[in-house]
């Protein structure tokens, strides 16, 4: 049970968050709390003050789910695995797990059309559509490193391949609705003070090409965390993900 102490923490360090969100972007851009590796406490603490959107890998999303309030927006955005790697794309053999959650928002790291393929076909009793956003690698990285052997893997397409996967999902996915693209910027751009992210640049490029060659309107662009997400609600962004700068550092068990 969480103390007094650690509810009133986590709700001051939300507030602050929302308030520059809401300030930075005149209410335009969502704020998703990134809950990973934390107690369904903290979650609460957030929920009590009017915070729906949370972020959550695989297996800590289907088992917060189950315990915590079915008004609760959830995102998919990554999944922790113990063997080293924090893995940001879908492994695709989760993917029946994630489509059985009913407040199951959006899948926010879609990386192929195999696994688009696989997902359409379990989302065919949901009520409506299940949204997704493209993960694309603007950066070109494979890795982005958070602490000694433990990284994120960046194993978004590339600009050119997201068109081609966004015509699959339109024409050939009827039960998921691509709503938008996702990026994870690199290090050293998220901390250029003085200049535009070229990594946020890009994906707003993607956006502008999609949306032109298939003729859609407004693709959601999910990008900015806790270092940068002030950067990217200026370049565009509708929709931030902040863990850290909520509930803390994450806490990584690496042991297998």
């Known amino acids: 049970m969480a103390t007094d102490i650690r509810v009133t923490e986590v709700q001051d360090q939300l507030t602050t968050i929302l308030n520059q969100v809401k300030e930075q972007s005149n209410n335009q851009c969502r704020l998703v709390a990134v809950s990973k590796t934390k107690p369904v406490e903290d979650i609460l603490a957030a929920y009590q003050i009017g915070q729906r959107h949370f972020g959550e890998n695989i297996q800590e999303l289907v088992e917060k789910a189950e315990k915590l309030p079915k008004d609760i927006n959830w995102h998919f955005i990554g999944n922790y695995s113990t063997t080293i790697k924090l893995l940001g794309a879908i492994q695709s053999n989760k993917l029946k797990f994630l489509a059985s959650i009913p407040?199951?928002?959006?899948?926010?790291?879609?990386?192929?059309?195999?696994?688009?393929?696989?997902?359409?076909?379990?989302?065919?009793?949901?009520?409506?559509?299940?949204?997704?956003?493209?993960q694309v690698n603007t950066s070109g990285e494979e890795c982005k490193t958070i602490k000694p052997l433990?990284?994120?893997?960046?194993?978004?397409?590339?600009?050119?391949?997201?068109?081609?996967?966004?015509?699959?999902?339109?024409?050939?996915?009827?039960?998921?609705?691509?709503?938008?693209?996702?990026?994870?910027?690199?290090?050293?751009?998220s901390h250029i003070e003085s200049e535009p992210n070229p990594d946020f640049e890009k994906l707003k490029v993607c956006r502008q090409r999609i949306q032109q060659q298939y003729g859609l309107e407004g693709l959601e662009l999910s990008m900015g965390m806790s270092d940068d997400f002030i950067k990217a609600i200026h370049q565009g962004s509708t929709n931030v993900r902040v863990g850290s700068s909520i509930f803390g550092k994450r806490n990584y068990n690496t042991s297998a």
């Open 150 to 189: 433990i990284c994120i893997a960046k194993s978004g397409v590339t600009a050119d391949e997201s068109l081609v996967l966004a015509q699959q999902i339109i024409s050939e996915c009827p039960n998921i609705k691509l709503d938008g693209l996702m990026t994870i910027g690199s290090f050293e751009s």
């Open 103 to 134: 407040n199951l928002y959006v899948i926010e790291t879609l990386d192929s059309f195999k696994k688009a393929q696989m997902l359409n076909k379990l989302c065919a009793e949901r009520a409506s559509p299940l949204k997704v956003f493209i």
